[in-house]
């Protein structure tokens, strides 16, 4: 019952309602964005213990900021921008410990031999591989075209609000994505081929 | 349109969010440039392969340490040393003072532990206890108390009345 209250709610109504202390519509929010959150931080840091670390900061700074919250733009415009500025600031202070495979990695080589013998070993290998090559290539680019593809590939924000999030102007953003899908089709060539 | 308005349109042109004339125009020059069609095409394989980076799952412990986070924004006890300061004297207490304060209480509670007159009775030590024990040495029972954990406890071991009679009666 009150899911269905939850779900015809909009973002902004419901950071209002946190603003006037209502900590459930708080709930609310963090069941609708927890996973996107995390997986934006997860795509841009590449390590899940550090993308949970930072995906509770950016919520916390959303709590935080509950009390001079202003509905001028959309929710997930606003949310967004804090996202990319932790992201983004984790990576310049150096947190990051980039391309760690763990075995709390899904993706890692010895998590994913762990987890499953479902695939076979030949389709193991390809996605290994290909996930591999994917998750380098990403790595590899500059920050604000990596936050850019990730933003409008995963997170399908529209390029105004990758624009508010990265702070330059929607040209800025589709000049951004432009280089980085270039140096992509560049680096992930010899994929592609067997991608069509 | 030429090579360098292609750069300005191709990711609109990619998601499909090119107006109708715009579309026409930049259809127009890939059909005569080679290298732009080549270009989007690759654009649009990359498009695909990004699809199979498959998302996670976040992990089941994320609401509880989030929840424990804002508890801690919340009550401004960002640590056990802040939690502890406010417990004993309040936000006015700095480290130093609490630092000083408990290093006294550590250093009387040593004091006591150190300089504290005897509790136990005189003749009450572990020889005495070995002597008690060899008193009942022989006795069927001795083995059934030996192993009694509650023997470790002299206090309880010489107000054991059992052991006080098997004493009493052992020559």
């Known amino acids: 019952m009150r899911m269905d209250v939850v779900a015809i709610v909009t973002d902004a109504e419901l950071m209002l309602r946190v603003k006037d202390g209502d900590d459930q519509s708080f709930a609310g929010l963090l069941s609708r964005h927890r996973e996107p959150v995390v997986n934006f931080i997860y795509r841009m840091?590449?390590?899940r213990g550090i993308a949970e670390e930072l995906a509770q900061d950016v919520f916390l700074r959303v709590y935080r900021a509950r009390t001079n919250y202003e509905p001028?733009?959309?929710?997930?415009t606003w949310l967004y921008c804090i996202a990319t500025?932790?992201?983004l600031n984790s990576s310049r202070d150096g947190k990051l410990s980039r391309n760690t495979e763990t075995l709390d990695d899904p993706e890692s080589y010895a998590a994913r031999t762990l987890r499953s013998t479902d695939p076979t070993v030949e389709e193991e290998m390809v996605a290994r591989s290909l996930g591999w090559e994917i998750r380098q290539a990403i790595g590899a680019l500059p920050e604000?075209?990596?936050?850019?593809?990730?933003l409008h590939k995963y997170q399908e924000l529209d390029y105004r609000q990758i624009a508010a999030a990265l702070d330059c102007s929607e040209s800025a953003v589709k000049s951004l994505l432009f280089r980085a899908y270039e140096s992509l089709r560049v680096?992930?060539?010899?994929?592609?081929?067997?991608?069509k | 349109m030429?090579?360098?308005e292609i750069e300005i349109h191709a990711i609109?042109?990619?998601d499909g969010a090119l107006s109708a004339g715009l579309r026409t125009r930049v259809d127009a020059h890939l059909t005569g440039c080679s290298d732009c069609r080549e270009r989007l095409e690759g654009f649009a394989s990359v498009n695909d392969l990004l699809d199979s980076w498959d998302p996670i799952v976040p992990s089941a412990a994320f609401d509880a340490r989030l929840e424990r986070k804002i508890y801690e924004q919340k009550t401004g006890y960002t640590d056990w040393w802040a939690a502890l300061s406010a417990l004993l004297g309040g936000a006015a207490l700095g480290k130093p003072v609490l630092a000083g304060a408990l290093a006294a209480i550590l250093l009387v509670a040593v004091s006591v532990v150190q300089f504290a007159p005897n509790q136990t009775q005189p003749g009450a030590g572990l020889s005495e206890m070995g002597t008690i024990l060899a008193t009942i040495e022989g006795s069927e029972e001795l083995f059934l108390y030996r192993n009694l954990p509650v023997l470790e406890n002299f206090e309880l071991l010489s107000n054991f009345k059992v052991l006080q009679e098997l004493n009493s009666s052992t020559p």
């Open chain 1, 85 to 87: 500025n932790v992201a």
């Open chain 1, 45 to 47: 840091v590449q390590n």
């Open chain 2, 12 to 14: 609109e042109y990619m």
């Open chain 1, 187 to 195: 680096r992930l060539s010899h994929l592609s081929g067997g991608k």
């Open chain 1, 144 to 150: 604000k075209q990596k936050t850019a593809v990730i």
């Open chain 1, 72 to 76: 001028s733009a959309k929710f997930t």
């Open chain 2, 2 to 4: 030429n090579c360098n």
